[in-house]
């Protein structure tokens, strides 16, 4: 009988085991290279170590910063962005390095350097959702971004990253919602930029107190990575549901999980039919029905489909057919819970064009679903303006909804206005606090009222005034045509200011307007000066600036459709006069730099896109205009090419200084030339024609480095420049900057007033309390609209002991040192005739499921015999068995539960005692045992623990495969050894 093989069969035995006990082993040590998120030993999921080449990397660019800083480099380009999103390419000087500058911290100048004033808050995708236990409205994340948490409250938004111990990654797109089981705001997931890889995140964190926490122990399983997921908090079945959204490769996913009781659980098996994989889903809390509702999302490419699905009972129904009024189809809208008027609130979005059209369609419309069905809201011209990804929340304390930011599709322009709806009526909040983040605007000192004028820019037709670190909108009774590019120049001859240029698109992408209207700024008002004036043709991109020898504006260049321009004009008195003079110009050229040169006599003007250029039409000749003649400098050490570039005369320097534009990175090889288009951050000043490198003075990033808007404030007496991207495009930030040194005042801030017992009886003592941050001390205090027998206290608490009853609106108003003037949201008093009795205790959740060593949250809220909300109540909390849980970090009327070891129901008590009346209220807490699987070890064991019990697992393995392997063996131990193979006994003759 012929003989089979006996010894590789065993030995692939011993392989197979020890590949299967290292690859259970490996789940703990998941590959960190790549940035993703990888399962921690406590179960939880947490973004993956850095590499020790990172370090090394890192190391590398702070001595790379260094010896930038040594010879006067500039701050450093951003992280690429994902894919689909405008970038910088390149370093950022075009003509002495290969790799990205990166910035440090340069030494303050005698002049005091470069200081950020403020900044816009522009988020474009931003997560955002009301937080009822904290009285808020919370915002994370957004596109450019760093990973800041805002909350919105009396009309004011505060910025409390500083504040915090620990915050999620910074991140767009990130799924939010509150969820009362955990009596906090969950965030879930969204795009991550780490380093320069764009990932996608499946991390879980909750916000409660004024505090991140990542949530771990208990989590279970998490949802795969996703940005743009709707969820939404179901009511009826105490979860958080999450659905749809993008991953890592941009693909719509489906799949639906619940978040209960701090643990994720895949339900997607429940369903007996659910929404197709979709993108952006318009996904909220149904307020009427108590279970969630779905509208669209984009389910493939150019497929945009309008249904309707509400989850509720753990199963997902279809009611496209049954739904009345279904708003058309679209994506990226924005939607809320508006809990005020029940149901929900969709936004506008955006429907991709059909067959190729160019101009895409932005739904303006306002709709709300109630009870099964939709109805459009008749809110009028006063809605927000199209836009894509607002951020919208429910707001029960203005007893409506509340819509943040966004991005204009069609001008390319993030926004950062606020809106509230109430009653169905749309109503801007608090948008007037600074310029939007927009492209080209137009921006001018005036003398006249000493300040700081910007108009337009982004297609805008607004015109907003800045002085003493304070940005006002203003409101004239009629405005110029919005525009980009045009010219704005102060005129102090003629005590205004002049607009010229610009241009816009009307009537579609190419309906392009070159303007050459004249305007001018005085008292206020706009002027149309037009018809009377004359000028050139109509021009984008000329440069202006105002002549002080000769006490008149200087126009040239600029560029039309087919046709470039170098004519000189000048405006005096309230006309145009061409003044180019016979011979010796400056070529045709667009977005050069121009500025008045007293030094020197005369104006200045700096590169540009030149028609003589060869490197992407662009030049760095320097020109001066001196009594109606054009001279060209030979200079040494000229700034590199560029356009579009911030100038203006510094008074502080004695020169003219120059800030950033835009210019090209060229590499050459044997056989090719390459040129990138990227953005300068680098500062330069002109006196008596030498050029001066001054960028150790260290101003502004590349990334919103087109210093097109940049004047010299005489008022606040330093150099002001407004962060807006020019034609080299890409975003700007919206921050504002001064080169100088100047002292900014912190902003005064009123939170809005609180009472140590509400309501109160008559007779009976109450404590109000304000807090005050910011502003110039002293402070001067006055209480407004106290009750009779309260008196107002220059303090930020007053004692107060009401002698009549009814409902006070109390207010605070504070005055400060520096003649700022804030008065603070309205308190709701109420003072009540008969003592105040506790008539109500309740306890949020009621139930709630735990594994071992997981915990839970539970908020106690009261009210008094009338059902009015009651503070001034003491809280104590209890467990029945105590041996099956413990207390942990009790806060009045919030308590978080920890499950212990054995399973079983906890009994959660709440105390609550007030005026010596005390009553209770209950719920339920079920401990179960986590699940066995063959996932991420125990928290319990530590890490040599783990190693040695994957070893002795593996050692006893062998051991046993060695032991099949020689019993199984007849022949020579070295035959086997060498390969050979052993007859088996049946084969022996």
């Known amino acids: 009988m012929p003989g089979h093989p006996t010894f590789r069969a065993p030995f692939a035995v011993v392989v197979l085991l020890l590949l299967l006990v290292s690859g259970l082993a490996g789940t703990h040590v998941a590959s960190h290279g790549s940035g993703a998120v990888v399962p921690t030993s406590a179960g939880a999921f947490a973004p993956a170590s850095p590499s020790a080449d990172s370090a090394a990397i890192a190391a590398e660019r702070l001595g790379a910063a260094q010896r930038s800083l040594a010879d006067g480099g500039g701050p450093a380009q951003r992280a690429p962005l994902p894919e689909g999103w405008p970038a910088r390419i390149g370093c950022w000087d075009p003509l002495t390095c290969e790799t990205p500058r990166a910035m440090g911290n340069a030494a303050p100048s005698v002049l005091g350097g470069w200081h950020q004033l403020g900044r816009t808050d522009v988020r474009y995708g931003p997560s955002m959702c009301y937080d009822p236990v904290d009285g808020f409205v919370l915002s994370f994340g957004g596109l450019f971004d760093p990973g800041s948490t805002w909350t919105y409250a009396n009309g004011t938004w505060t910025n409390r990253t500083s504040s915090l111990t620990a915050s999620p990654p910074a991140r767009e797109l990130g799924s939010m919602t509150y969820d009362p089981a955990l009596g906090a705001v969950v965030l879930f997931g969204g795009a991550v930029l780490v380093s320069t890889n764009f990932t996608v995140a499946n991390d879980s964190w909750s916000f409660r107190g004024g505090a991140w926490t990542q949530i771990g122990a208990g989590l279970g399983p998490a949802p795969p990575p996703r940005y743009g997921g709707g969820f939404a908090y179901d009511a009826n079945d105490s979860a958080a549901v999450l659905f749809g959204g993008f991953n890592r490769t941009n693909a719509a996913v489906n799949g639906t999980w619940e978040l209960v009781a701090g643990r994720w659980s895949n339900v997607t098996g429940n369903q007996t039919s659910s929404p197709a994989a979709s993108s952006y889903p318009l996904m909220a809390a149904d307020a009427g029905s108590g279970g969630v509702v779905l509208f669209s999302g984009g389910v493939a490419a150019q497929s945009y489909p309008n249904q309707t699905w509400t989850f509720t009972g753990n199963r997902w129904t279809n009611l496209t057919s049954v739904a009345v009024g279904t708003p058309g189809p679209r994506i990226d809208g924005g939607i809320t819970t508006d809990s005020t008027d029940g149901g929900a609130v969709v936004f506008g979005g955006y429907l991709p064009p059909p067959n190729g059209t160019l101009l895409p369609a932005e739904p303006r419309d306002t709709w709300r679903f109630h009870n099964g069905t939709w109805a459009r809201l008749a809110t009028g011209a006063t809605a927000p303006s199209s836009r894509v990804i607002p951020a919208m929340a429910d707001d029960p304390g203005i007893g409506g909804v509340f819509l943040f930011g966004g991005y204009d599709q069609f001008n390319q322009t993030p926004f950062n206005d606020t809106w509230t709806l109430v009653a169905g009526t749309w109503t801007p909040a608090g948008n007037a606090s600074s310029p939007t983040p927009r492209l080209a605007p137009m921006m001018a000192y005036d003398t006249a009222t000493d300040g700081v004028i910007l108009?337009?820019?982004?297609?805008?037709?607004?015109?907003?005034?800045?002085?003493?670190?304070?940005?006002?909108?203003?409101?004239?009774?009629?405005?110029?045509?919005?525009?980009?590019?045009?010219?704005?120049?102060?005129?102090?001859?003629?005590?205004?200011?002049?607009?010229?240029?610009?241009?816009?698109?009307?009537?579609?992408?190419?309906?392009?307007?070159?303007?050459?209207?004249?305007?001018?700024?005085?008292?206020?008002?706009?002027?149309?000066?037009?018809?009377?004036?004359?000028?050139?043709?109509?021009?984008?991109?000329?440069?202006?600036?105002?002549?002080?020898?000769?006490?008149?504006?200087?126009?040239?260049?600029?560029?039309?459709?087919?046709?470039?321009?170098?004519?000189?004009?000048?405006?005096?008195?309230g006309k145009w006069t061409n003044a180019t003079p016979v011979g010796f110009s400056p070529s045709t050229r667009s977005g050069a730099t121009m500025a008045d040169d007293p030094t020197d006599l005369g104006v200045v003007l700096f590169g540009g896109v030149c028609s003589r250029s060869s490197i992407g039409g662009l030049c760095n000749d320097t020109w001066t205009w001196v009594a109606g003649a054009w001279s060209l400098h030979a200079v040494a050490h000229s700034p590199p090419i560029r356009a579009t570039a911030g100038a203006v005369y510094s008074p502080a320097f004695g020169a003219d200084v120059l800030f950033g534009g835009y210019g090209y990175h060229c590499i050459s090889g044997p056989n090719f030339t390459s040129c990138n288009q990227i953005e300068l951050a680098d500062t330069w000043t002109y006196r008596s024609g030498v050029w001066t490198n001054v960028t150790s003075l260290v101003g502004p990033g590349p990334t919103n480095g087109a210093g097109v808007a940049f004047v010299d404030d005489r008022s606040d007496g330093y150099e002001f420049g407004f962060d807006a991207p020019g034609e080299g495009g890409g975003f700007g930030t919206g921050s504002w900057w001064a080169l100088g040194a100047v002292s900014v005042p912190v902003p005064l801030l009123v939170s809005a007033p609180t009472a140590t017992v509400n309501p109160v009886a008559a007779g009976s003592n109450t404590t109000l309390s304000v807090t005050i941050s910011g502003g110039v001390v002293p402070y001067a205090i006055v209480w407004n609209g106290l009750p009779t027998g309260c008196a107002s206290a220059n303090a930020t608490q007053d004692a107060c002991r009401p002698s009549a009853a009814g409902s006070f609106d109390v207010t605070v108003t504070v005055s400060d040192a520096g003649a700022n003037r804030v008065t603070s949201a309205v308190l709701s008093l109420n003072v009540t005739t008969g003592p105040v009795m506790l008539g109500r205790v309740t306890v949020s959740p009621t139930t709630a499921t735990v594994d071992f060593g997981a915990s839970a949250q539970f908020a106690a809220s009261a009210t008094d015999s009338t059902g009015h909300a009651l503070t001034g109540v003491s809280f104590e909390w209890s467990l029945a068995p105590a041996a099956l849980g413990s207390l942990n970090r009790s806060s009045g009327g919030v308590v978080s539960v920890v499950g212990g070891s054995t399973a079983g129901v906890v009994e959660v008590e709440v105390n609550g005692t007030f005026a010596g009346t005390t009553m209770s209220a209950f719920a339920n807490l079920t401990i179960i045992a986590p699940p066995t699987n063959f996932g991420p070890p125990s928290a319990g064991l530590s890490a040599l623990e783990e190693g040695v019990a994957v070893v002795a697992i593996v050692g006893i393995l062998a051991i046993a495969a060695l032991a099949l392997v020689l019993r199984s063996r007849r022949g020579p131990p070295s035959a086997a050894l060498e390969g050979e193979i052993v007859e088996s006994p049946e084969s022996e003759p």
């Open 455 to 573: 108009f337009g820019g982004s297609g805008l037709n607004d015109t907003w005034s800045y002085a003493h670190g304070a940005w006002t909108l203003l409101h004239p009774s009629r405005s110029p045509p919005g525009r980009v590019a045009g010219v704005l120049t102060d005129d102090p001859a003629d005590h205004e200011l002049v607009l010229w240029g610009g241009e816009a698109i009307v009537g579609g992408p190419l309906g392009v307007v070159y303007y050459n209207d004249t305007w001018t700024w005085a008292n206020g008002t706009w002027t149309n000066l037009t018809s009377s004036a004359g000028g050139p043709s109509g021009a984008v991109s000329a440069s202006a600036a105002y002549d002080s020898t000769s006490q008149q504006v200087v126009l040239f260049g600029g560029a039309a459709r087919i046709s470039d321009f170098n004519a000189t004009w000048s405006f005096h008195a």
